[in-house]
């Protein structure tokens, strides 16, 4: 039976409470221990939350140093995106915003007509690269869709020195993933800055052995 005042809590047990010399009540030493030992088990749920994050950090880091010699970012990114993060439906394009245009630079599971609308830069991708922000359409449920964006999951922008270079659409999640996790939005935040940093590398490259 519970007790009123309560809600569907049942009254403290007499075992958990210690009436003090002052007549004011104290937690058991029992109840203490049991808090502390919760409190202990969160912090080393977020030690371990961490070094997940660190370890796929790392992974990430190490392939985009290979990209230097290997001169494969944008397949890179993708690989990524679908190892660390779980999709396979990703579409990387340059932005120029001097003329506000897109060129689509790499793409894997996504049709040509899908990436052609993406390139006009309308809606969700548009929309990351005029307000420099990475978008998120489950975040943003007052913004509508358009036909094309239905199975959008990001639109991630690659920001170097200020300046956006590109912009990642993430389309469908892998079906064992419902959706993005914590430690999926501080990889993407690592891939906005480090990802536009090799992307501009590899520009700064191929401008150098053009004829």
Same mark, same amino acid.
């Given at each position: 039976?519970?007790? =009123?005042?309560?809600?569907?809590?049942?009254?403290?047990?007499? +075992?958990?409470?210690?009436?003090?010399?002052? @007549?004011?009540?104290?937690?058991?030493?029992?109840?203490?221990?049991? &808090?502390?030992? /919760?409190?202990?088990?969160?912090?080393?749920?977020?030690?371990?939350?961490?070094?997940?994050?660190?370890?796929?950090?790392?992974?990430?880091?190490?392939?985009?140093? &290979?990209?230097?010699?290997?001169?494969?970012?944008?397949?890179?990114?993708?690989?990524?995106?679908?190892?660390?993060? @779980?999709?396979?439906? /990703?579409?990387?394009?340059? $932005?120029? #915003?001097?003329?506000? =245009?897109?060129?689509?630079?790499?793409?894997?599971?996504?049709?040509?007509?899908?990436?052609?609308?993406? @390139?006009?830069?309308? %809606?969700?991708?548009?929309?990351?690269?005029?307000?420099?922000?990475?978008?998120?359409?489950?975040?943003?449920?007052?913004? #509508?869709?358009? +036909? $094309?964006?239905?199975?959008?999951?990001?639109?991630? *922008?690659?920001?170097? +020195?200020?300046?956006? /270079?590109? *912009?990642?659409?993430?389309?469908?999640?892998?079906?064992?993933?419902?959706?993005?996790?914590?430690?999926?939005?501080?990889?993407?935040?690592?891939?906005?800055? $480090? %990802?536009? /940093?090799?992307? &501009?590398?590899?520009?700064? &490259?191929?401008?150098? *052995?053009?004829?």
């Amino acid at each position: 039976m519970t007790g =009123t005042g309560n809600g569907n809590r049942p009254p403290a047990k007499a +075992s958990d409470r210690i009436e003090t010399s002052s @007549g004011k009540t104290a937690i058991s030493p029992g109840t203490e221990k049991l &808090q502390r030992r /919760v409190h202990q088990l969160s912090l080393r749920e977020q030690l371990e939350r961490n070094h997940f994050l660190l370890e796929r950090l790392n992974a990430a880091s190490v392939r985009l140093l &290979q990209t230097l010699e290997q001169h494969d970012v944008c397949e890179a990114i993708g690989e990524i995106i679908a190892n660390l993060i @779980g999709s396979e439906e /990703v579409a990387i394009f340059h $932005y120029f #915003p001097m003329v506000r =245009t897109f060129k689509l630079a790499w793409s894997s599971g996504i049709e040509d007509d899908t990436l052609r609308a993406f @390139g006009s830069g309308a %809606g969700f991708l548009g929309r990351a690269a005029l307000g420099q922000t990475s978008q998120f359409p489950k975040r943003q449920l007052n913004t #509508p869709l358009l +036909s $094309y964006e239905k199975d959008l999951t990001a639109c991630i *922008v690659l920001k170097s +020195s200020h300046e956006i /270079v590109g *912009v990642i659409a993430i389309l469908g999640l892998l079906p064992q993933k419902s959706c993005l996790e914590w430690a999926d939005f501080e990889l993407l935040k690592f891939l906005e800055v $480090y %990802g536009a /940093v090799a992307l &501009q590398f590899q520009r700064l &490259q191929q401008e150098q *052995v053009a004829p």
